[in-house]
């Protein structure tokens, strides 16, 4: 525990204090008025990146038998169960984001069999899974595409793709105006079978990723069909929920028209393209998938759990996939993508409480995951997301203290949260990978290393000296897939399980709070009158967590009982990037 004990919780310090806490200000209730007990209202669920994670067979790769392996790990952390990235058989162009089928386990990760292991594993000892589900997109290797290329334009297997004549007098420009989110045209050209030509001059396919991840489309009412049978296969096996991928796209605009600014849909590699994205008709997909779930727990009365991503641009346009009857719950991204900067953080964690709450559902709140730069990095320098410009190397500065802070005020917040591998390390990005390992198709394809993805998906270090620190084993091991910088020693699992200052016995004391404490979870948060450069928070009858945003200290807010800090607070301080948790006195209330 790092927090200096302050006795009865008096100031040892003389400055006036900072009035924290003080009357209520800003009041948005985190409680949905739902009190039906859930347990993916407020679960904590670890991001399992099976590629990086654990390694058996000594090829480089994660696979599903390192992550069992990795369970009791995982237990002892203390969070409730796991969201695995796509393990289906893929041809890896966006890391199995590129499904070639939906219901087989790619052999590089391991078979159904040890699947189903796995998903035993993990209930015996308590933990959820949930497994990561693509169906904006497939793999071109899927056999959907490969019918649609051999039998040619206007057949049924074409049908369930987006595919169009070109454009100009041959048709040689794609059918509209649309870029793809990892850069370039949305459109590629084929070669129709029997064509004389060498050179593609066929009809062209919609793809919003990357050209082997073609788009389908859920007008044809073959691919929900399909969908929900894939659903089945996995929820008969025992999978506890799905994590669905793109959650906001699968509808195009009925006449794919050109977008009205190429050039934003472009720069930003964000959904943008309002025709491409957010289409109304995508919440029928929703209402159907929860009508599914509710299915099997009237049958066994387990919930299930659909959890989004939704890339849509307002906190209000978001609330609408997360009503009664659709998703479980969308992660809220503008708590990912804030500037370490006092308003914002209090802003959008107002907006995320006021419209996400506000629908029943609870806040799904996230500072990690697979495809962003990891919080020491990028708090340390704030260059906008990218890794331009960040200094290589283990990082420093204030990067680690202000990661630690967020992360205790992420768990302190109503609702529920995930937690990306190596968060709980406090692993850097690795920033200086060198170019001819990248594996991006973000950098492929644009030449880019702004936004690049590769950073925060290094293999984890989990003992020694050097690489592969434990990640692969056995004397004829490859080199992780990707590698490990010298100084991920730093951040091995078992100097951190050694050493109860570091960030991962800050996490797994945040959890056990979380745990034990009926203030911490879903309920209610009242915002405190605090110093500028201060967020504070009450939760329930008196749990308070603040965070100062300053380099300053201020004075800490007392009479209470210590009960979690991110870093040392000497007595009676609260330290600039720096987050406590404390039980409010009933006197000071
Ligand atoms: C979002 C996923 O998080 C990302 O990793 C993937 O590349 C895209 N969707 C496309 O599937």
Same mark, same amino acid.
């Given at each position: 525990?790092?927090?200096?004990?302050?006795?009865?919780?008096?100031?040892?310090?003389?400055?006036?204090?900072?009035?924290?806490? @003080?009357?209520?200000?800003?009041?948005?209730?985190?409680?949905?008025?739902?009190?039906?007990?859930?347990?993916?209202?407020?679960?904590?669920?670890?991001?399992?990146?099976?590629?990086?994670?654990?390694?058996?067979?000594?090829?480089?790769?994660?696979?599903?038998?390192?992550?069992?392996?990795?369970?009791?790990?995982?237990?002892?952390?203390?969070?409730?169960?796991?969201?695995?990235?796509?393990?289906?058989?893929?041809?890896?162009?966006?890391?199995?984001?590129?499904?070639?089928?939906?219901?087989?386990?790619?052999?590089?990760?391991?078979?159904?069999?040890?699947?189903?292991?796995?998903?035993?594993?993990?209930?015996?000892?308590?933990?959820?899974?949930?497994?990561?589900?693509?169906?904006?997109?497939?793999?071109?290797?899927?056999?959907?595409?490969?019918?649609?290329?051999?039998?040619?334009?206007?057949?049924?297997?074409? /049908?369930?793709?987006?595919?169009?004549?070109?454009?100009?007098?041959?048709?040689?420009?794609?059918?509209?105006?649309?870029?793809?989110?990892?850069?370039?045209?949305?459109?590629?050209?084929?070669?129709?079978?029997?064509?004389?030509?060498?050179?593609?001059?066929?009809?062209?396919?919609?793809?919003?990723?990357?050209?082997?991840?073609?788009?389908?489309?859920?007008?044809?009412?073959?691919?929900?069909?399909?969908?929900?049978?894939?659903?089945?296969?996995?929820?008969?096996?025992?999978?506890?929920?799905?994590?669905?991928?793109?959650?906001?796209?699968?509808?195009?605009?009925?006449?794919?028209?050109?977008?009205?600014?190429?050039?934003?849909?472009?720069?930003?590699?964000? /959904?943008?393209?309002?025709?491409?994205?957010?289409?109304?008709?995508?919440?029928?997909?929703?209402?159907?998938?929860?009508?599914?779930?509710?299915?099997?727990?009237?049958?066994?009365?387990?919930?299930?759990?659909?959890?989004?991503?939704?890339?849509?641009?307002?906190?209000?346009?978001?609330?609408?996939?997360?009503?009664?009857?659709?998703?479980?719950?969308?992660?809220?991204?503008?708590?990912?993508?804030?500037?370490?900067?006092?308003?914002?953080?209090?802003?959008?964690?107002?907006?995320?409480?006021?419209?996400?709450?506000?629908?029943?559902?609870?806040?799904?709140?996230?500072?990690?995951?697979?495809?962003?730069?990891?919080?020491?990095?990028?708090?340390?320098?704030?260059?906008?997301? @990218?890794?331009?410009?960040?200094?290589?190397?283990?990082?420093?500065?204030?990067?680690?203290?202000?990661?630690?802070?967020?992360?205790?005020?992420?768990?302190?917040?109503?609702?529920?949260?995930?937690?990306?591998?190596?968060?709980?390390?406090?692993?850097?990005?690795?920033?200086?990978?060198?170019?001819?390992?990248?594996?991006?198709?973000?950098?492929?394809?644009?030449?880019?290393?702004?936004?690049?993805?590769?950073?925060?998906?290094?293999?984890?270090?989990?003992?020694?000296?050097?690489?592969?620190?434990?990640?692969?084993?056995?004397?004829?091991?490859?080199?992780?897939?990707?590698?490990?910088?010298?100084?991920?020693?730093?951040?091995?699992?078992?100097?951190?399980?050694?050493?109860?200052? /570091?960030?991962?016995?800050?996490?797994?004391?945040?959890?056990?709070?979380?745990?034990?404490?009926?203030?911490?979870?879903?309920?209610?948060?009242?915002?405190?009158?605090?110093? /500028?450069?201060?967020?504070?928070?009450?939760?329930?009858?008196?749990?308070?967590?603040?965070?100062?945003?300053?380099?300053?200290?201020?004075?800490?807010?007392?009479?209470?009982?210590?009960?979690?800090?991110?870093?040392?607070?000497?007595?009676?301080?609260?330290?600039?990037?720096?987050?406590?948790?404390?039980?409010?006195?009933?006197?000071?209330?």
């Amino acid at each position: 525990m790092l927090i200096a004990t302050a006795g009865n919780g008096s100031s040892a310090d003389s400055t006036p204090s900072p009035s924290l806490p @003080g009357p209520a200000s800003a009041a948005p209730s985190a409680d949905s008025g739902d009190t039906a007990r859930h347990w993916w209202r407020d679960a904590v669920i670890y991001q399992v990146y099976v590629r990086s994670f654990l390694d058996t067979t000594g090829d480089g790769i994660g696979d599903l038998a390192g992550v069992r392996t990795g369970l009791p790990y995982l237990k002892k952390l203390g969070v409730d169960g796991i969201w695995l990235s796509p393990c289906y058989p893929s041809p890896q162009h966006d890391h199995g984001y590129d499904v070639a089928d939906y219901r087989d386990v790619d052999p590089v990760y391991g078979d159904l069999a040890e699947f189903d292991r796995l998903v035993a594993d993990a209930h015996r000892l308590g933990l959820k899974v949930l497994l990561d589900i693509v169906p904006n997109h497939c793999s071109s290797e899927h056999p959907w595409f490969r019918a649609a290329l051999a039998d040619g334009p206007g057949s049924p297997a074409r /049908s369930l793709f987006h595919f169009a004549d070109g454009r100009g007098v041959d048709g040689e420009l794609p059918p509209n105006n649309w870029r793809a989110m990892f850069g370039g045209p949305a459109w590629s050209r084929v070669k129709e079978a029997g064509s004389a030509s060498e050179a593609p001059t066929g009809q062209w396919y919609l793809h919003m990723f990357t050209p082997e991840q073609p788009d389908l489309n859920w007008r044809n009412p073959a691919v929900a069909a399909d969908f929900e049978d894939v659903l089945r296969f996995w929820l008969d096996r025992g999978v506890d929920g799905f994590r669905i991928d793109v959650a906001a796209g699968l509808f195009k605009h009925p006449e794919l028209p050109d977008s009205p600014d190429p050039a934003a849909d472009e720069r930003t590699r964000d /959904s943008v393209n309002p025709l491409a994205w957010n289409q109304p008709e995508v919440h029928q997909v929703w209402r159907d998938w929860r009508a599914l779930c509710e299915e099997y727990t009237a049958r066994d009365g387990r919930d299930r759990l659909l959890v989004g991503e939704v890339s849509v641009r307002t906190p209000s346009e978001q609330a609408a996939y997360v009503r009664p009857d659709e998703l479980h719950q969308a992660f809220f991204f503008h708590l990912l993508t804030a500037r370490w900067d006092v308003d914002t953080f209090r802003r959008v964690i107002t907006e995320a409480l006021t419209d996400i709450a506000g629908t029943g559902s609870t806040v799904t709140w996230v500072l990690n995951n697979h495809d962003q730069v990891r919080t020491v990095t990028r708090y340390a320098t704030e260059p906008g997301g @990218g890794v331009e410009g960040i200094a290589a190397g283990p990082g420093g500065g204030l990067g680690p203290a202000r990661a630690r802070a967020a992360a205790l005020l992420m768990l302190a917040l109503p609702g529920a949260a995930y937690v990306y591998q190596g968060e709980e390390l406090g692993l850097p990005e690795v920033v200086d990978l060198p170019d001819e390992v990248l594996t991006d198709p973000i950098y492929h394809r644009t030449g880019s290393r702004q936004h690049i993805r590769d950073g925060c998906r290094v293999p984890l270090p989990w003992s020694g000296h050097a690489s592969p620190f434990g990640f692969t084993s056995g004397t004829d091991a490859a080199r992780p897939w990707l590698p490990q910088p010298a100084w991920f020693a730093e951040h091995a699992t078992d100097r951190a399980l050694a050493d109860t200052r /570091s960030f991962w016995h800050l996490y797994r004391e945040g959890l056990q709070l979380r745990r034990s404490l009926p203030q911490l979870g879903e309920g209610t948060l009242r915002w405190l009158d605090s110093p /500028s450069q201060v967020l504070a928070f009450v939760r329930g009858d008196g749990l308070v967590c603040a965070v100062n945003f300053g380099t300053e200290p201020v004075s800490a807010p007392a009479p209470g009982l210590p009960l979690l800090a991110s870093g040392d607070c000497p007595a009676g301080t609260l330290p600039g990037s720096t987050a406590a948790w404390w039980m409010h006195a009933p006197e000071a209330q």
